[in-house]
């Protein structure tokens, strides 16, 4: 065959580091739950809140190991989609790339509608009123972050190291900014006493687990990321505790600046940090200051994974045959999955139609646990299945790890709201039927797939600087998790 009529197959490109794989994952999880509904949690549990991000931190850390497994032995785009499809078999592989899909375009709808209602709070305290509504705020961020994503994941990743960075030099500052307005330890008000008993627990447990999920975002973009043998578990590793650290330090803050005969009110609040400041008497530039932090950090940096992400799912399934072939095609230019990213932006435009929080997230959540049971359980078919793959890294206690996340992740499920229930129900029966449509009109056959190998180690010289970022990785989050959890244990004592 002539070179010139050679097919010439368009792949994606490996340009994102152990930083992006950080800031894509926790930029994906720190975002619209920490700042709603997980902030709702605080105006149920009060300061036993960090009871309830512990309890969220300590199950979400073994299945992240089981994702790192995963991820350093399949690096390729398509993530729980692939592993699922490999370990058991190609129907749970669809199943949970379309919970994945379904998950990632709820938190994109609620993270829109979030950052619609902290720039509204952060234009009246400046004095401006936008005459357009909370939706169309929303729909207008969507479009703008559909248009980043068909740039090219390389401008995105830049992007996301700003919006994060952006996001942590701003919350510092105005944790400094609140502290003259802050009260210390001493409250140990329970503002809803129901919410410590068992039945009232394991909702608020789920909300705040909520605020984590999204912790193996990476593992959807590995075949756009460097030496991700090595990359992929060190970012899996750190981002629970990098998200605890977060969520607790903003918790904390919100606790100390909320009069405790007020706490309640937040169960409730749209916009709980904005409110709570309000509540608290505190307007001006500590109120800016944080509603730019959260609106163009938090918001943008969430918006921005969970639009890149989720598209790299359709274009895998897509590829295999399991979608329509449409969604699997790349830009010649930027090779990015145009057509995937515009069908999911029109699905976030769609939610945000519904302007509910609370809609969205419970819709995300049935699909979320149930994505993370089918990858969990995908570990334990891989191992068996396929024994000789290489693996990079290898997660500990396999066979008691896995069973008992599976069984917490479906007590978690077990809380959720009946209509979100059957909502996830109907899109996953969606799902399967157009799976087994165009298996049917591509004519594929249920067959083990050749793995491709792994991408060459890094050299003596970038391995040795690989080594030294992540070192520093690692102590940067672990003093920031023990710094945040002696805070906590301050206040209640």
């Given at each position: 065959m002539r070179m010139q009529d050679k097919e010439v197959i368009?792949?994606?490109k490996r340009c994102l580091g152990l930083?992006?794989?950080?800031?894509?994952?926790?930029?994906t999880v720190i975002g619209v739950g920490l700042f709603t509904v997980g902030a709702n949690v605080v105006g149920l549990l009060g300061p036993a809140v960090i009871l309830a991000t512990l309890t969220a931190l300590l199950i979400s850390v073994y299945p992240a190991l089981l994702y790192a497994e995963m991820g350093a032995a399949l690096p390729y785009s398509g993530g729980t989609y692939q592993y699922a499809s490999l370990g058991l078999g190609r129907p749970f592989g669809m199943l949970a790339g379309w919970c994945f899909i379904i998950s990632m375009v709820s938190v994109a709808s609620g993270e829109a509608l979030a950052f619609s209602y902290y720039i509204r709070t952060l234009l009246e305290a400046l004095g401006i009123y936008l005459p357009l509504s909370d939706r169309w705020i929303a729909c207008l961020a969507v479009v703008g972050f559909l248009l980043l994503a068909a740039r090219g994941v390389e401008m995105s990743g830049r992007m996301q190291n700003g919006f994060l960075f952006f996001f942590w030099g701003v919350a510092v500052v105005w944790i400094f900014s609140m502290l003259p307005s802050m009260h210390f330890g001493g409250t140990l008000v329970i503002p809803n006493p129901a919410?410590?008993?068992?039945?009232?627990?394991?909702?608020c447990v789920a909300m705040i687990w909520w605020c984590f999920a999204?912790?193996?975002?990476?593992?959807?973009?590995?075949?756009?990321?460097?030496?991700?043998?090595i990359n992929l578990p060190r970012a899996l590793i750190l981002a629970p505790f990098l998200v605890f650290a977060v969520n607790g330090l903003f918790q904390w803050a919100l606790l100390c600046i909320v009069p405790p005969a007020s706490l309640a009110s937040l169960a409730s609040a749209a916009a709980p940090y904005a409110e709570g400041m309000k509540l608290a008497g505190v307007i001006g530039f500590p109120l800016i200051l944080l509603c730019l932090g959260i609106a163009f950090g938090g918001d943008f940096s969430t918006l921005n994974a969970s639009v890149s992400a989720p598209a790299r799912y359709l274009y895998s399934m897509a590829k295999d045959g399991a979608l329509p072939k449409f969604l699997g095609k790349l830009h010649p230019r930027f090779q990015t999955p145009i057509p995937a990213i515009?069908?999911?932006g029109g699905c976030m435009l769609l939610l945000i139609s519904t302007n509910s929080l609370s809609i969205i997230a419970s819709?995300?959540?049935?699909?979320?646990?149930?994505?993370?049971v089918i990858g969990i359980a995908a570990a334990c078919g891989l191992r068996i299945k396929n024994p000789q793959l290489d693996r990079p890294y290898r997660a500990p206690l396999l066979w008691l790890g896995a069973p008992v996340s599976v069984l917490i992740y479906l007590l978690l499920m077990t809380q959720l709201d009946p209509t979100a229930i059957v909502a996830g129900v109907i899109w996953c029966l969606v799902g399967l039927i157009l799976f087994a449509v165009c298996r049917r009109k591509y004519k594929k056959r249920e067959t083990q797939p050749t793995l491709p190998p792994l991408p060459p180690p890094p050299s003596a010289e970038t391995k040795r600087k690989m080594d030294r970022e992540y070192h520093i990785w690692c102590v940067v989050v672990a003093a920031a998790a023990l710094v945040v959890l002696g805070l906590h244990l301050a206040f209640l004592l």
């Open positions: 368009p792949v994606l930083r992006e794989s950080i800031t894509i994952t926790t930029g919410s410590m008993t068992l039945a009232g627990f394991l909702p999204g912790f193996e975002t990476c593992c959807a973009m590995g075949e756009e990321i460097r030496h991700p043998q515009l069908v999911l819709l995300s959540l049935f699909a979320t646990l149930l994505y993370y």
